[in-house]
């Protein structure tokens, strides 16, 4: 199974654009990213899948450099109610593989 | 539409007891998974079906756990003989195809405490 690293925690102030970089240096040919989103007290929501390049949709992007082995994830004028964890994975065939994630802190 | 549901949503027992725990999943979605998570930690994969049997059962952490879903909709993970290491919120998750790449809707989980 592919291993992901990500920070462990990230702060940002209200309105800035927020990247977290997720490295996934042992990536399969058939591996998507996935990433994911908790708040305390409820299940991981599905944020944005990509396999290359730059993907985005009304949340956030994902971008993934031609090697692939790494991603990041932007996320666009952050608000109070983006605090939350961020997990990022890699699957392919197999059952999602989760880390401890990047706690991320929106600031007033 | 509704989402996945789960209950209880707080389980109080005592260590040594069985208990039960349950998922609703979204209406017409194949595929089911349980997770555990433990406080600080990301999700760890336990079981997944695909319809009515299990596709993969290689993180149940023991044969005290078990996990049935008879009819390819609801789904139910029993734990016997419950140890106070279980204590953690056991969180369902459904999605559309088989694939397990594809996205998948969690449900609120359970928080199972064992005294």
């Known amino acids: 199974l592919a291993k992901t690293t990500q920070p462990i925690s990230m702060d940002s102030y209200e309105g800035q654009e927020v990247n977290i970089t997720c490295s996934h240096n042992?990536?399969?040919?058939?591996?998507?990213i996935t990433w994911y989103q908790q708040f305390p007290s409820q299940g991981p929501r599905f944020i944005i899948q990509g396999y290359k390049t730059k993907v985005t949709n009304e949340v956030a992007s994902l971008f993934i450099p031609a090697d692939r082995k790494s991603s990041t994830l932007s996320l666009p004028r952050v608000s109070l109610s983006d605090t939350a964890v961020y997990y990022c994975l890699v699957s392919g065939n197999t059952p999602l593989v989760f880390g401890k994630g990047t706690r991320l802190s929106v600031i007033a | 539409g509704a989402g996945v549901s789960q209950t209880p949503s707080n389980k109080v027992t005592e260590k040594g007891k069985y208990v039960e725990l349950r998922c609703d999943p979204i209406s017409g979605h194949t595929a089911l998974y349980w997770y555990r998570q433990s406080l600080g930690q990301g999700p760890e994969f336990l079981i997944y079906f695909q319809g009515t049997g299990a596709a993969d059962d290689s993180g149940l952490p023991n044969d005290r756990f078990f996990a049935v879903r008879p009819e390819g909709s609801v789904s139910t993970l029993k734990i016997q003989r419950t140890e106070r290491g279980d204590s953690a919120v056991y969180l369902c998750?459904?999605?559309?195809?088989?694939?397990?790449?594809?996205?998948?809707?969690f449900g609120p989980g359970t928080r199972l405490t064992v005294t």
């Open positions: 998750a459904s999605s559309l195809t088989m694939g397990t790449r594809d996205e998948q809707y």
């Open positions: 042992n990536i399969a040919t058939n591996d998507y």
